[in-house]
């Protein structure tokens, strides 16, 4: 493996790692402090059961996820030097700001999962709180700086070197609105969709109880209501698309040639050869109407860039695929949980609808993963998009790959004793939680 | 400005060499204790260990966004150390909690108490070698050297070693003195105050070291200190509380917040001596040639953006971070 193709993989792999890691520590400190407000309100113990095995989980989670971010700010310089030199004064900013909001995080945190028995219970539900809110608050900053990797900003690039930086225009960059929500959305979809899975599928095995019944609920009504919003979102995103990265839209929908009206390819395989998509299914005009409002408009496709300046469309197309197919499948489940919950409730405890819920859980995070690659490939060559190819930027160190091998190594040991910690976990809740037995 | 923020990254890289510090030396400390000492260092961590490695987040965020040239070049040249480091903190904080997490206690328990462990020690040593390769001044960016001259000579010799294991005891003695304070059990408060003491010789015996190895490398660290008087005064005054805090360890009820004020300020002051022989220069090069602070700074805009973002950020996170004390530290110990 060369040394510029493993820094991109060890890149990809420590960010795909993190992820999911920072969704789960966006999402999560919501969803503790929703359940822990519903046990002060109504003094149910099955609340505070809840809270307190999730906070359980949220600790590894959260743990883990602060040294994969620690380990990130420093990856950002040890494999894109070049990068980080130019980048770091114009996009510093939402990285400190970043910085601050973890750091919140991290206090507000060590307060909420060791206080129980020290606080006052409001003042501990408040921590849990700014925890939720710093958490979020982080993930927009952190993606507003990469947002400004595909949208730069905020400097002029005069003889290879920024001039006139302004950063707070770089932080407010074009794209960082729309990425963001797109993100949070995303986190909110992914963790909530999983949690209420597990849950589910623990009834399915062990028989509906209190415990297992009100955590699918609690975590379906953030799931849902973000699964129903999200596609809208990604629309107001593939519209800024177009009209900002044009390839990487070209790329995500597999269009080659420029076409009016542009037709929508769904699913296939692309083939840079002979610049065309099997075994695909073509909506006439579809591509033309999501992207401009029109059937009949032109749409640019990968013909208008030169072969250098294009995006790798194989990974990014497909990825696109599972991510879209993920999120109508999540936003299908969220719309008929919302329906049955007005007004055919009773369908809720049907065998069938709990197992839609227990097999729905892994495509959240599919999508966030594949959601990921598509921006990052997608914006490939360029690092900086516009500005500085990635294979610029990248470490002079030779022998790159070995550290590649190493922290995938680890990052697949950490994987799976995670899980197997969360088995471990989940198999002993009734154990600990009366009101898991309550039936 | 740039003055400020230069305050403030020092104040972060304190703080983090004293909490972080802490924080390593208690891996290393539970090495040489009993079962019954985890349990009490566990307890004593779980809380404020990941605040503690914030501190290090908030200085490298400050030095790529205001001094982006020198994080660049450090990490390019000194990219195995870093990644040493980065394998530990890693290990060391999933260990650490997967061992305060699982619910299960069986034999996976060693694993992690291991990996903990080691991760305790290689850390530190590594944070120490990365800071004598900055000072030692044989980095050089010409990577028509060959590989071992550019990516390996800098920091693999005996004077970054001895900074290495320089770090792991002074952490290890930080974290001794800090346990004193944690523990209600007669036996164990014993235990850590002869460790205390241990470790101040040992970290006193590696200072004495580290200038024999600088002149063996050919880096003349004692005449630096000799040459300015700030820094020669913080050195002895650091020397000096050893036998005040000596004096503390040795009474039957440890006074928990003297020993800690010692210890902090003993640090501090060794940092801001060694920050003015050092000053204004952050990586010295085998050219003769060094990126300072004055000569890597990002433009004015940046800088002032930096600034904002870090009064407002210090604003929320100072009286956060004295309440998380407070909540565990401070009641824990009087109850």
Sequence with gaps: MNDFLAARMQMAFSLGFHIIFACIGMTMPVLMAFSEWRWLRTGKTVFLDITKAWSRGVAIFFAVGAVSGTVLSFELGLLWPTFMQHAGPIIGMPFSWEGTAFFVEAIALGIFLYGWNKLNKWVHWASGVIVGISGVMSGIFVVSANAWMNSPSGFDWVNGKAINIDPVKAMFNAAWLEQSIHMILAAFISTSFAVAGVHAYLILRKGANAFHTQAVKTALIFGSVAAILQPFSGDFSAKDIAKRQPAKLAALEALYKTSKPAELIIGGIPNDKEEKVNYALHIPGGLSFLTHGNFKAEVTGLDKFPKRDRPPVLITHIAFQIMVASGILLAFISVLYLVFSINWRHILLKKWWIVLVACATPFGFLAVEAGWTVTETGRQPWIIYGIMRTEDAVSPMPGLHYSFYIITAVYILLSLIIIWLMKRQISSISQYYNSANET | ?335
């Design chain 2, 1 to 335: 400005m740039l003055t400020i923020i230069i305050i403030i990254l020092g104040a972060s890289f304190l703080l983090y060499t004293l909490l972080g510090g802490a924080d390593f030396g208690a891996g290393i400390i539970e090495s040489f204790a009993g079962k019954r000492e985890e349990v009490t260092i566990s307890k004593a961590m779980a809380p404020v260990w990941e605040a503690n490695h914030v501190w290090l987040i908030l200085a490298v965020v400050i030095l790529f966004t205001a001094f982006p040239l020198v994080y660049s070049s450090l990490s390019t040249v000194l990219h195995i150390p870093l990644m040493m480091v980065l394998l530990g903190i890693i290990c060391r904080g999933s260990a650490f909690t997967f061992r305060h997490y699982d619910i299960v206690i069986d034999k996976s328990h060693k694993y992690y108490t291991l990996l903990f462990r080691v991760s305790s020690f290689v850390t530190p040593i590594f944070l120490g070698i990365i800071l004598g390769a900055m000072m030692l001044g044989r980095i050089t960016f010409d990577t028509t050297k060959g590989f071992y001259e550019v990516f390996v000579a800098p920091w693999l010799n005996l004077f970054c070693i001895v900074m290495g294991i320089f770090s792991a005891c002074l952490f290890a003695y930080l974290s001794a003195l800090f346990l004193v304070g944690e523990t209600t059990i007669e036996r164990e408060r014993k235990m850590y105050v002869r460790f205390s003491k241990r470790f101040m010789l040992l970290t006193m015996l590696m200072g004495l070291l580290v200038f024999i190895a600088a002149s063996i490398e050919g880096h003349d660290l004692l005449s630096d200190f000799l040459h300015s008087v700030t820094s020669l005064i913080t050195l002895i005054l650091a020397t000096f509380l050893c036998p005040v805090i000596w004096h503390f360890l040795n009474k039957q009820k440890n006074k928990t917040i003297y020993l800690r004020i010692g210890a902090g300020l003993q640090v501090s002051l060794i940092l801001i001596g060694w920050f003015y022989i050092q000053f204004p220069v952050l990586i010295k090069m085998k050219s003769g040639s060094s990126l300072t602070f004055f000569n890597t700074q990002a433009p004015e805009s940046t800088l002032q953006q930096l600034l904002i973002a870090l009064l407002a950020g210090l604003i929320l996170i100072i009286p956060g971070f004295i309440y998380l004390f407070k909540v565990f530290k401070i009641k824990s110990n009087s109850q």
